[in-house]
């Protein structure tokens, strides 16, 4: 029978108990804090674990089913580094920022702001001079901040040809004025430079920032999915006799890789042309729905400085990625549209 003496222990021994659950729940929390609170984060890392589990079960199941495959060492070396590398820029691309406008416009009021007490170190020692008085300096300060966001408009207003008053670029989340070619990603809850379109596979938005790794991403699975593929095909035309199972299994890996590949190539040449004439996938598949785009004559890209360019601009350039392009005008645009003379091929128009 239970004594009053022995219920009052077992119940603190529960308080205990739950008093430590508790406390390495919470501490778990603190730890991983982003998959424990966080659901966009969980799945997230579910996505990513996802595909680390997909690449091994890809990669290890034909070695697994022939180990003979594993004969060529240097062969197997280079296949390991390819595979090792896509991972990391998966991973890379993942984590990298997309280029976000709030923080252009942080950096470009960063700028204005240096500007400013530039200007008010040098009045501040012109006032020791008797030339002005302390009140002046202190309606600076109070002016500063409006004008870090006039300039900010200013700025985005300029690279957007002349039109009709009353026009708002202003974003009606953010409630920050976008410059061109940038789009509000509803995901990610902020507006995006150079917006090319939320990825779900990698859990962030491709914009200006990252479009370059996004790229190289692709290349290097399309490479990686392909020798993968082709270490399906040697081991199935292999004359060593193989279990039945084991052909299935390579057989149906297989069927699944040419998809993935047929998918990978697609994108790659897509993203190759999008590069080569400096569009976005938003830009092109939107086109009539952005404004300053619809009277743009069909056939013109905008935004492209030439095939060269582009792609030194992709690629190379050093540049900052929050410097803004600015809209063409009409004249401009329709001069471009001008059909190609022998004149414009000899001296590459195009490029
Ligand atoms: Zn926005
Ligand atoms: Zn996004």
Request: proline share 4%; charged share 15%.
């Amino acid at each position: 029978m239970t004594t009053p003496t022995t219920s009052t222990a077992i119940s603190s021994r529960c308080s205990r108990l739950k008093g430590s659950c508790d406390r390495l729940s919470e501490r778990c929390s603190r730890l991983v804090p982003c998959f424990l609170a966080d659901p966009v984060r969980r799945s997230s890392l579910g996505l990513k674990v996802a595909l680390l589990l997909l690449h091994l079960v890809f990669a290890g199941t034909v070695f697994l089913l022939d180990s003979n495959l594993l004969q060529e060492h240097w062969l197997n070396a280079t296949y390991l580094l390819l595979f090792v590398l896509t991972l990391v820029q998966y991973f890379y691309t993942s984590g990298s920022s997309p280029g976000f406008v709030i923080d252009a416009m942080r950096a470009e009021n960063g700028t204005h702001a240096t500007y400013i007490n530039m200007s008010r170190a040098s009045m501040q020692s012109a006032s020791k001079n008797g030339n002005l008085t302390s009140s002046a300096n202190s309606n600076q300060l109070g002016r500063s901040n409006s004008m870090n966001s006039s300039s900010w408009l200013k700025l985005v207003m300029d690279l957007y040809p002349p039109g009709p008053p009353g026009r708002s670029w202003t974003c009606t989340s953010c409630n920050i004025v976008q410059p061109p070619r940038s789009k509000h990603c509803h995901d990610c809850d902020k507006c995006v430079l150079q917006f090319d379109h939320h990825c779900v596979w990698l859990g962030t938005c491709i914009g200006k920032g990252n479009h370059c790794r996004f790229w190289w991403y692709i290349f290097e699975e399309t490479i990686l999915c392909t020798w993968t593929g082709l270490f399906y095909i040697t081991f199935l035309r292999s004359r060593v006799l193989k279990a039945w199972w084991k052909a299935f299994i390579a057989a149906m890996l297989l069927t699944a890789l040419v998809f993935c590949f047929i998918f990978l190539i697609l994108l790659l040449l897509f993203h190759s042309y999008l590069v080569l004439t400096n569009q976005t996938t938003y830009e092109l598949v939107r086109r009539r729905r952005i404004s300053y785009l619809r009277g743009v004559p069909e056939r013109v890209h905008p935004f492209s400085k030439g095939i060269c360019r582009n792609l030194y601009y992709f690629c190379c350039s050093k540049e900052s990625t929050f410097n803004l392009e600015a809209v063409p005008t009409m004249e401009e645009l329709e001069a471009r549209a001008r059909p190609y003379t022998c004149i414009d091929i000899m001296s590459c128009r195009c490029c």
